[in-house]
């Protein structure tokens, strides 16, 4: 069984940075798209940042220019650099990873973004 396991959120004032990790293990096999989501309160959740097998990036719009997605295949991790943090970037962060058959998620790291 494979499972996600993230780290680095936490409270930061606005245009702050933070930096998320979220790595992958276990028996999770091979994965197709790995990235970022988040659910702000009494929000749905979004799409904040996704990397393919083959290194291509999708970004939302609101993240464009400000946060950065990397991945590191050998250590099956990928990071959120998260710059010039704003107040309505404050939600809780959910990694997910695609394979050809299970959609896996992270339990979520909360990111509060003070003014």
């Known amino acids: 069984q494979g499972q996600l396991v993230e780290s680095g959120g936490g409270l930061v004032q606005a245009g702050g940075s933070l930096r998320l990790s979220c790595a992958a293990s276990?028996?999770?096999?091979?994965?197709?798209?790995m990235g970022w989501y988040r659910q702000a309160p009494g929000r749905q959740r979004e799409l904040v940042a996704v990397i393919t097998r083959g290194s291509s990036t999708n970004y939302a719009d609101f993240v464009k220019g400000r946060f950065t997605l990397s991945r590191d295949s050998a250590k099956n991790t990928v990071y959120l650099q998260m710059n010039s943090l704003l107040l309505e970037d404050t939600a809780v962060y959910y990694c997910n990873a695609k394979t050809a058959y299970v959609d896996y998620w992270g339990k979520g790291t909360l990111v509060t973004v003070s003014a």
């Open positions: 276990g028996s999770i096999g091979s994965i197709n798209v």
